[in-house]
């Protein structure tokens, strides 16, 4: 538990796709992502969990061509790059949404979260209002109505989905003590693996099959 986030050899696996047995990135999807991504961070890994799903699966290459290029990545408005910088100039979590509405329309956090719960509910009539307040928010910035609009409508695509980022650092968290142990200690992990899947014989030959790749007798 006592884990630093920074143990490259760890990294190493994680990139490398050999990640059969780690918290969360067992599938061939998870496992490609993360070599795409070529992840070097446990925000990347967060980011990661929170965008392998549907709906936010369309934003993946955008996420990836941000991370390798960043002079490609576009914030439509200076006071958002803060917020957005990290997951490379698009909001990934629930937590973005609420500071983004907080940022260029000085709203409140209770309202914020209003506004968070209205559009993941999909409220029209409760969003048409938010809309309007956002927008007068936003002038008051010196954001003016057609960039607020512009603003708003990204902000409302990616409120549909959003992850909250809480949830998907603790599940980042959890696949890194895996993969750390996996790096560090592979045959107390294989063991420990196999011990807990005991009476899974699909998994069992699954990890058997992963320990003769390893080497591990």
Not at 45 to 51: D, E, F, N, T
Request: glycine share 8%; net charge negative.
């Amino acid at each position: 538990d006592a884990l630093e986030p920074n143990d490259e050899k760890t990294y190493a696996l994680l990139r490398s796709g050999e990640t059969t047995g780690i918290f969360q990135l067992e599938s061939a999807g998870m496992r490609d992502l993360a070599k795409r991504i070529g992840l070097q961070s446990l925000e990347e890994m967060s980011a990661l969990v929170a965008l392998y799903r549907p709906g936010p699966m369309q934003f993946i290459d955008t996420y990836i061509e941000g991370k390798l290029n960043a002079e490609k990545i576009q914030y439509d408005h200076p006071i958002t790059k803060p917020i957005l910088e990290e997951t490379y100039g698009i909001a990934v979590y629930q937590e973005q949404v609420m500071q983004l509405v907080q940022a260029c329309a000085g709203f409140s956090l209770g309202h914020a979260d209003i506004v968070r719960r209205a559009m993941g509910k999909k409220k029209k009539d409760l969003l048409d209002a938010q809309r309007k307040e956002f927008v007068s928010g936003c002038g008051k910035n010196g954001i003016d109505e057609k960039l607020a609009g512009v603003i708003w409508d990204k902000i409302e695509t990616f409120a549909g989905y959003g992850f909250n980022k809480s949830h998907s650092v603790a599940y980042a968290f959890v696949a890194y003590q895996t993969a750390y142990l996996k790096a560090n200690y592979p045959e107390e992990f294989m063991c420990a693996l196999l011990t807990s899947e005991s009476g899974n014989l699909d998994k069992v030959a699954l990890y058997v099959e992963e320990c003769r790749r390893m080497g591990i007798a």
